[in-house]
């Protein structure tokens, strides 16, 4: 009964930033944690970002080092990841996820958007 909606991807260049969003529908948006992961090729799906239902509370994977921020906006039914100075190493399929435990894997998550392309040109 929740559908997640991402748009914000695409190519951008090295150093350069792209801001994520991701669209939630339903009513009970509010009680529920929001995750960011990335995936590429031959690789499992990995942890970005997740904040907690009121937004109070936030977390990041060691490889975002301050440059990434994670934000919800409950009127909306949105959260936001701001890619800031970004890599080549970035490049993944971004994903939005929501669920009743959040935490930094992915079985705390129960349902996950389509997945946005992010490329970042050397």
């Known amino acids: 009964q929740v559908q997640l909606v991402e748009s914000g991807g695409g190519l951008v260049q090295a150093g350069g930033s792209l801001r994520l969003s991701c669209a939630a529908s339903g009513r009970s948006f509010s009680s529920y944690d929001m995750g960011w992961f990335r995936q590429v090729p031959g690789k499992e799906r990995e942890f970005v970002a997740g904040i907690s239902p009121s937004g109070g509370v936030t977390e990041y994977a060691v490889f975002v080092k301050g440059r990434f921020g994670i934000a919800r906006d409950n009127a909306k039914n949105t959260v936001y990841l701001q890619m800031n100075s970004l890599k080549p190493e970035d490049t993944a399929v971004y994903f939005c996820?929501?669920?009743?435990?959040?935490?930094?894997?992915?079985?705390?998550?129960?349902?996950w958007g389509q997945g946005t392309q992010v490329t970042v040109s050397s």
């Open positions: 996820a929501l669920g009743s435990r959040g935490g930094s894997t992915w079985r705390g998550y129960d349902y």
